[in-house]
T-cell receptor, first 110, second 112 residues
Framework: AQSVTQLDSQVPVFEEAPVELRCNYS??????LFWYVQYPNQGLQLLLK??????LVKGINGFEAEFNKSQTSFHLRKPSVHISDTAEYFC????????FGTGTRLTVIP | DSGVTQTPKHLITATGQRVTLRCSPR?????VYWYQQSLDQGLQFLIQ???????AKGNILERFSAQQFPDLHSELNLSSLELGDSALYFC???????????FGSGTRLTVV
């Protein structure tokens, strides 16, 4: 069975500082992994995805994530955050459908 | 605009009533997925349709049902509504499961 654990429910960070949002997964089969962002009162937007190949995946808005099979992790990183990055971030793993984590609320402080 | 259209955007209804939420998938996508998002349950998968056929079922209550029509749009029917059904309902579509979904902007259902 697939599952996703997002270790931090809230992450406050100062503007222009780096950020890492943590995600661990469990899966008994080959893994496809995703990060989505949800801005207030909006739907979910795909940030990036890992299907195969290079373990470092680059996405939109300067975000990247690294797939680590031995640690079953897929952490999301950004070297310098902006106020506009304030949003809810969801990690997801696919099976017959996407299983989502509980989300991490990133708050960028001016 | 993601290409996935959901209507209505907001819906307020009374307990015991029945509502229908509509979703038009992105052009070319055969799969439609319905999710419920609430503060206490997070994002819960409800049901998936692929080219008109039910493909997978999640935590969908018996009071809820869905279908996908020949033109690939989908409807989610919620009946005998309870206060706890108040939530954001998202539709998503995809070509294949493993390639990620495109989400609509959701329908916010408030049951009073």
């Amino acid at each position: 069975a697939q599952s996703v654990t997002q270790l931090d429910s809230q992450v406050p960070v100062f503007e222009e500082a780096p950020v890492e949002l943590r995600c661990n997964y469990s899966s008994s089969v080959s893994v496809y992994l995703f990060w989505y962002v949800q801005y207030p009162n909006q739907g979910l937007q795909l940030l990036l995805k890992y299907l195969s190949g290079s373990t470092l995946v680059k996405g939109i808005n300067g975000f990247e994530a690294e797939f680590n099979k031995s640690q079953t992790s897929f952490h999301l990183r950004k070297p310098s955050v902006h106020i506009s990055d304030t949003a809810e971030y969801f990690c997801a793993v696919s099976d017959t459908h996407l299983f989502f984590g509980t989300g991490t609320r990133l708050t960028v402080i001016p | 605009d993601s290409g996935v259209t959901q209507t209505p955007k907001h819906l307020i209804t009374a307990t015991g009533q029945r509502v229908t939420l509509r979703c038009s998938p992105r052009s070319g996508d055969l799969s439609v997925y319905w999710y419920q998002q609430s503060l206490d349950q997070g994002l819960q998968f409800l049901i998936q349709y692929y080219n008109g056929e039910e493909r997978a079922k999640g935590n969908i209550l018996e009071r809820f049902s869905a279908q996908q029509f020949p033109d690939l749009h989908s409807e989610l029917n919620l009946s005998s509504l309870e206060l706890g059904d108040s939530a954001l309902y998202f539709c998503a579509s995809s070509v294949e499961t493993g390639y990620g979904y495109t989400f609509g902007s959701g329908t916010r259902l408030t049951v009073v």
